[in-house]
Structure formats: structure tokens, C-alpha cells
Nanobody, 121 residues
């Protein structure tokens, strides 16, 4: 089994910054992809940013130039640096990973429980 644990959420004023972290643990053989999704109240969960094991990244248009995703493969950790935060960035942010476990070569999707980010004055 694999667990994803997020940290770093909180309350920040517009224009401020936060850094989210997500650590994957458990019976991990390899991680193909890690990313961040977010879900605002009454809205669908959407991709914010993702990074592959070869450090290829992708971003939602709404966060390009403000958010940066990075990873530490040795620590099975992904980060999301969020700058110039706006009230519309308020959401629960979920960590996501595509993982091959020690038990199988088939990759599975895993989700964290989420961390709240609130941007408000």
C-alpha cells in the first residue's frame, strides 16, 4: 500500500506565497508521475501541476508563471511553490501519484487526503 501525505497549506493574504509538500511512502517500486489537483467548493477537482520521473512538467493555464512544481525523487516528495496567490486559488489541494508498488509492475493511482489553502485578506 502507498500513502501520500500533504503539508504546507494554510491562510495567506492575496499576493502571498505558500509551499506545499507531499511525501509518498509505503511499498514503492517506482513513481512515474506526481502532481497536484485542487477542488474549490461546488467545483470539480482539476489539475494544477504535474511532474514526471524525468522532470517533465505541466501546468494549468491559470497558474502558469505563478506556481512551480518540483520533486525530490530520492525522498519520493513533490513540492508546489505558489506565489502571487489570488483569492480564486482558494481550494483543497490534493497530491496525486502514479506508483508501481513492490507487489506489481502495474501502475496505480493514489491520492492524498488534501490540504486547505485559503487566500483572503
Amino acid at each position: 500500500q502507498v500513502q501520500l501525505v500533504e503539508s504546507g497549506g494554510g491562510l495567506v493574504q492575496p499576493g502571498g506565497s505558500l509551499r506545499l509538500s507531499c511525501v509518498a511512502s509505503g511499498s514503492i517500486r517506482s513513481i512515474n508521475y506526481m502532481g497536484w489537483y485542487r477542488q474549490a467548493p461546488g467545483k470539480q477537482r482539476k489539475l494544477v501541476a504535474g511532474i514526471t520521473s524525468s522532470d517533465s512538467t505541466n501546468y494549468a493555464d491559470s497558474v502558469k508563471g505563478r506556481f512551480t512544481i518540483s520533486s525530490d525523487n530520492a525522498k519520493n516528495t513533490v513540492y508546489l511553490q505558489m506565489n502571487s496567490l489570488k483569492p480564486e486559488d482558494t481550494a483543497v489541494y490534493y497530491c496525486y501519484a502514479v506508483v508501481r508498488t513492490l507487489a506489481t509492475m502495474v501502475p496505480y493511482n493514489y491520492w492524498g487526503l488534501g490540504t486547505q489553502v485559503t487566500v483572503s485578506s
